[in-house]
């Protein structure tokens, strides 16, 4: 994304070489460089969502989702960080007991993000992986249709819907 910046800023001076003016180069541009600014942040969430679950840092997971933050998926609906970080951790101890923390991880991919002002939508998939010895074994896959929110100066996840591929 870095490289997004430079030729961002390689427009603001050429534009301004070549008489356009440097308030009217940096106005035009300042919405673009606050999209790519807000994307990266959006994408730096989908990651640290995997990341926080796979280490079973609940707190930290929770967190992610705003103070009206919903999470959907096959195992249920929970409302608000407190009922999701304690539902994670019950299935955590109940449905995925046999996964041990550190034999784990998610691989998350194709993201589309779609910011407008302080609200934003995504689409990504995701496979999620247990390891059988020194052998990577695909558990789930599926895709997350995400409703996120800028809350107090950072992006969060106002709903995310986990949904499973389902074989026919």
């Given at each position: ?11 603001v ?35 640290e ?120």
């Amino acid at each position: 994304m870095r490289a997004v910046r430079t030729v961002m800023a390689c427009v603001v001076v050429a534009t301004t070489v070549l008489g356009a003016g440097p308030l009217s180069a940096a106005s035009a541009t300042a919405p673009s460089l606050q999209r790519v600014d807000d994307q990266m942040a959006i994408e730096r969430l989908l990651k640290e969502y995997g990341r926080t679950l796979d280490n079973r840092d609940f707190g930290a997971y929770a967190g992610l989702f705003a103070r009206e933050g919903e999470w959907k998926g096959a195992l249920g609906t929970y409302h608000g960080p407190a009922a999701i970080q304690a539902a994670m951790e019950k299935i955590f101890k109940d449905a995925a007991a046999d996964i041990p923390r550190g034999s784990n991880f998610h691989v998350m991919s194709n993201f589309i993000i779609d910011v407008q002002a302080d609200r934003a939508t995504a689409h990504s998939t995701f496979i999620f992986y247990k390891m059988n010895k020194n052998v990577p074994e695909a558990a789930v896959a599926g895709r997350y249709e995400d409703i996120l929110i800028r809350e107090n100066g950072s992006w969060r996840f106002l709903q995310r819907n986990a949904l499973p591929v389902v074989s026919p």
